[in-house]
């Protein structure tokens, strides 16, 4: 990060910032799927593998038996922005001095290409970017002034501002086999918007004041969203077709990744709270906020395709049928022979929710605390795929937000010494998916089933080498001056996730939790 601050004539100032981050990743996993190779597949169903017996008296080597290990990547993505800012005062009304800040920003992110390592072939993915310049700006204006000792009205301050942005997207086959004549497509997307938003402050009393605003935002598709995948046969199979008689069906060709066709995401947001500095405890500071958002053409999939065969009559595209076979009932439908479930826009998302947090920041003799801890509440979160199609409530679903999320702990400084203690609360949820509700093949205990809720711990310590007389003396001051050490843990008290029946890419255990347990870090930053 490189930046550069400016104080210009009549109290504006200017900045300039430029980041560059670059990050590269390797993974290596000891499977492919599937996991078995045929021979594998056979000697599990002769007998030859046999898991019945006490495999710790006569253990089995799967060794001969599994495809092998894949590596994946490097994966090197490339972040770079430059930003610029003016901030000022805009000459002065009855009430105050407006004030006035412009920003531009030029941003682009880079996937590089990539390679992966399988036992008996090698994958490719190819680059994917995405480049965005903007500008916003946003004016404050004061409407009543302390001076004038209103009743009611302390301060009142309007917020103007609006953003204009401009969005290129570099699109691209998600992967293809070397050596394969599969062709690398590649798709782009050029958007441009402008959202607006406006808002309010209003304080009464000394230590009270209420908020408002509302806004609009729109969201362009990423680089992995453009482009779709090759048509494939299916490894699913549908359960229970009930078009025909209810009974299996498999074998299907079944489209899946991204879509050319996309929208861009839109959104609109209203928002309303108040804070509360109260006299009798100076240093607290308490805040409470509802929110309420509007999504239209939100990117989505339908998901799997027994969750959503009963909505077909929506969907005459995304599902095509053939022929009917020899001795069909007269009332059956052909068989599927092509699914669509590649992203498109999803007509509309609705979310409601309320914040709550406390600061409270007190001193003493051993330095400096802070107290503080924030809770959201989410009332509702729905979806509606097609203007004529059903809401669905997806709120404490696996695909949906928590009911209650929690936060707490508490900072402490001293000197050059900093450390904290942060809690994480996530409340219990069901561990199916809120499309399941309309799969007939699903029981009804497992809709209900509930994952536990979970806690989870860190701490952290650090200390910052200060620039003056107490570093210590010679070359290691030099090489101390200005740096932060800090060592900390992750989930200190070694919490294992909840078991969570839905979550069989993840072990069966809950994805909101890590299943590598409690981890230990030490990091060293230097400022400039």
Do not use: C
């Not at 993974?27 to 599990?44: K, R």
């Not at 409407?143 to 009142?156: C, D, I, Q, R, Y």
């Amino acid at each position: 990060v490189l930046g550069l601050v400016a104080k210009l004539a009549r109290e504006w100032k200017g900045e300039v910032d430029f980041t560059w981050d670059h990050s590269r990743r390797q993974s290596q996993s000891p499977f492919n799927s599937p996991f078995f190779t045929p021979a594998g597949t056979t000697a599990l169903s002769n007998g030859t593998i046999d898991l019945l017996r006490d495999t710790s008296v006569y253990p089995i080597d799967f060794q001969p038996y599994l495809t092998g290990t894949t590596v994946n990547g490097p994966l090197r993505f490339t972040l770079r922005n430059l930003t610029g800012r003016l901030a000022g005062p805009l000459g002065s009304v009855l009430a105050g001095q407006p004030t006035l800040s412009v920003l531009a920003e030029a941003r682009e992110n880079l996937s590089d290409d990539n390679i992966e390592l399988r036992r008996t072939s090698t994958v490719f993915r190819p680059w994917r970017s995405q480049s965005a310049v903007s500008a916003q700006a946003e004016l404050r204006i004061p409407l009543a002034s302390p001076t004038w000792n209103l009743p009611l009205v302390k301060e009142l301050e309007v917020q103007l501002s609006g953003r204009t942005e401009s969005t290129v997207t570099n699109g691209a086959t998600s992967q293809v086999t070397v050596g394969a004549t599969t062709p690398i497509v590649r798709d782009r997307n050029r958007v441009r918007s402008t959202d607006p938003t406006i808002g309010i402050r209003w304080k009464p009393i000394e230590n009270l004041a209420f908020r408002a605003s509302y806004g609009t935002g729109f969201l362009p598709p990423n680089g992995f969203q453009l482009t779709e995948s090759a048509p494939a046969v299916s490894t699913a199979t549908l359960t229970a077709d009930p078009r025909r008689g209810n009974t299996p069906w498999s074998g299907f060709i079944q489209m899946s990744g991204g879509n050319p066709d996309l929208n861009s995401e839109s959104s609109r947001n209203w928002a309303a709270g108040m804070i509360i500095t109260p006299r009798f405890a100076r240093g607290l500071r308490i805040s409470f906020d509802y929110s309420r958002l509007e999504k239209s053409d939100a990117i989505g999939a339908l998901g799997s395709i027994n969750n959503v065969i009963v909505l077909e009559p929506l969907f005459p595209g995304k599902f095509i049928r053939g022929a009917k076979l020899p001795g069909d009932p007269a009332d059956w439908a052909g068989p599927i022979v092509s699914f669509d479930n590649r992203l498109f826009n999803i007509s509309s998302q609705e979310l409601e929710a309320y914040d709550v947090r406390f600061d409270y920041e007190v001193p003493t003799s051993f330095g400096r605390v802070e107290v503080y801890g924030m809770a959201t509440w989410t009332e509702s979160l729905t979806v509606q795929i097609l203007p004529t199609a059903p809401v669905r409530e997806t709120l404490d679903f696996t695909d949906g937000p928590l009911r209650l999320k929690t936060s707490f702990g508490a900072t402490w400084r001293r000197g050059n010494w900093t450390g904290g203690w942060n809690g994480r609360h996530l409340n219990s949820h069901r561990s199916a998916q809120s499309t399941q509700v309309a799969n007939t093949t699903v029981t009804t205990d497992a809709l209900q089933h509930r994952v536990k809720s979970q806690v989870y711990h860190d701490f952290f310590i650090g200390y910052r080498f200060a620039s003056g007389a107490s570093r210590p003396d010679g070359l290691l001051r030099d090489l101390l001056a200005r740096t932060t050490v800090q060592v900390g843990a992750r989930n200190v008290f070694n919490r294992e996730p909840p078991f969570d029946p839905g979550a069989g890419g993840w072990g069966y255990r809950s994805p909101l939790g890590d299943a590598r347990l409690a981890q230990y870090y030490i990091s060293a930053a230097r400022s400039l």
